[in-house]
C-alpha cells in the first residue's frame, strides 16, 4: 500500500512542480507590480535582481561542474554568442518586459508571455529551423495558432470593451484603447520583449550544443546582463535616489525575484524537462496568465475588460495549437522505438531563464 501511494506521488511531481513555477511567476507579477506603484524603478530592478541571480545561479553552476572546469570557461566566439544571448534574452528582455507591466497590468504582462512559442515558430521559419508544407496537419497548425495568437494580442492591445464586472453600458468612444495610451505602450512593449525571447531561444540552441549547458548558460547570462543593465541603468537614471532601498517590501521584491523567481524556477523547469519534456512545462504556462488576472483583480484592484478576455483566450488557444503542431512534428520524426507521448517536442518554446 505504502508503495502504491509513493508511486502515485512520484507520477504527480512533475505536476506539482510547474504548478509551484506557476504561482511563483504570478506572485512576482503581482509583488513587482505592486513595488512598481510604491516608486521602484523598472531598470533599477532588473539590475538588482539580475545580480542577485547572478549570486544564486553562479555557485550552483560552479559546483554541478567542480569536477569540469572547462565547462564554465569560453572561447572568443562563445563569448560573443553568449553576450549577444545576454543582450536580448536578459537586458532587454527584461527591462522592456517590466517597462511594459509598469504601464498596463499583471494580467497584460503575463498573457503576452503566451506568444513567444508562436513568435519562435516564426522567427525559426525565417532562419530555415523550422519547416512548412502546406500538406501536412502539423504546419497548418502551427500557422493558424500563431494568427490565432497575433490575432489575440492585437485585441487585447487595442479592444477595451466594457467591464467584465460592471453592468453598466460603457462609453461607445471608450471601447478602443487611443493610440498614446499607457495601455498600448506597455502592450508594445511587451510584444517586443516577447519577441526579443524568442531571438533568444533561437541562439539557445547553437549555444548549448556548442559551448555550455543551460544551467551554465543561465549562469553566464545574469551575471553578463547585470554588468549590461547597470551602466544603461545609471546614465538613464543619474538620480542616485533612485538606487536606495527605500522599505523592507522593496528589498524583499529584489530578493524574492532573484532567489525564487530566477534560482529555485530554473531548478523545477529543468528538473521537470527532464523528467517530462519541454512540452509539458510549456502547457503549464497559461496558469500563471489565469491566477495572475484572478488575483489582479481582487488584490490590485486591476479592472478587468471584455477585450482583455477575448485578447488572453485567443492567445492561450493559438499557444496550445502551435504546441499540438510542434509535438506532432516531434512524434514523426522521432524513430519508431523511442516515440514517447510525454517527451515529444523538436525544441525548447518555454524556458524558465526568461525570468533569469
Not at 68 to 90: H, I, N, P, T, Y
Not at 112 to 122: C, D, R
Not at 324 to 336: F, I, L, N, Q
Request: charged content about 10%; proline content about 4%; aromatic content about 10%.
Amino acid at each position: 500500500m505504502a508503495g502504491c501511494i509513493r508511486e502515485v506521488l512520484e507520477q504527480y511531481k512533475p505536476c506539482a512542480a510547474m504548478v509551484a513555477t506557476q504561482c511563483i511567476f504570478a506572485a512576482m507579477t503581482l509583488w513587482v507590480k505592486a513595488a512598481f506603484g510604491r516608486g521602484m524603478s523598472p531598470m533599477v530592478f532588473v539590475v538588482y535582481r539580475q545580480a542577485v541571480a547572478t549570486l544564486v545561479l553562479g555557485p550552483i553552476a560552479l559546483m554541478a561542474h567542480r569536477t569540469k572546469e572547462k565547462e564554465m570557461k569560453l572561447s572568443a566566439r562563445g563569448f560573443f554568442l553568449v553576450f549577444v544571448a545576454a543582450l536580448f534574452g536578459a537586458t532587454a528582455n527584461q527591462n522592456l518586459c517590466y517597462q511594459g507591466l509598469h504601464l498596463g497590468t499583471s494580467s497584460l504582462a503575463t498573457t503576452m508571455t503566451n506568444l513567444i512559442p508562436a513568435i519562435t515558430f516564426v522567427m525559426a521559419l525565417a532562419v530555415e529551423q523550422e519547416r512548412v508544407s502546406i500538406r501536412e496537419v502539423s504546419s497548418i497548425a502551427k500557422i493558424f495558432g500563431t494568427v490565432v495568437c497575433v490575432g489575440g494580442a492585437a485585441t487585447l492591445a487595442f479592444f477595451k470593451g466594457p467591464r467584465l464586472l460592471n453592468n453598466s453600458l460603457a462609453d461607445p468612444s471608450m471601447l478602443l484603447h487611443t493610440l498614446a495610451s499607457k495601455w498600448v505602450i506597455g502592450a508594445l512593449l511587451l510584444i517586443v520583449s516577447s519577441s526579443c525571447w524568442s531571438f533568444w531561444l533561437i541562439l539557445q540552441g547553437p549555444i548549448c550544443k556548442s559551448y555550455m549547458d543551460p544551467l551554465t548558460l543561465s549562469a553566464w547570462t545574469c551575471f553578463l546582463s547585470t554588468l549590461q543593465s547597470a551602466p544603461v541603468a545609471f546614465f538613464l537614471l543619474p538620480d542616485q535616489n533612485a538606487w536606495r532601498i527605500h522599505s523592507l517590501f522593496e528589498l524583499s521584491c529584489y530578493i524574492f525575484a532573484g532567489v525564487f523567481g530566477s534560482g529555485v524556477n530554473f531548478y523545477l523547469q529543468s528538473w521537470c524537462i527532464s523528467v517530462r519534456g519541454p512540452l509539458y512545462s510549456a502547457m503549464f504556462t497559461p496558469l500563471c496568465t489565469v491566477l495572475t488576472t484572478v488575483l489582479a483583480t481582487i488584490i490590485l484592484g486591476e479592472d478587468l475588460h471584455i477585450g482583455s478576455v477575448i485578447g488572453a483566450v485567443a492567445i492561450i488557444v493559438g499557444l496550445y495549437v502551435v504546441l499540438w503542431g510542434k509535438a506532432e512534428d516531434a512524434r514523426k520524426a522521432a524513430p519508431p522505438d523511442q516515440l514517447d507521448p510525454e517527451n515529444t517536442l523538436a525544441a525548447p518554446l518555454i524556458s524558465d531563464a526568461r525570468r533569469a
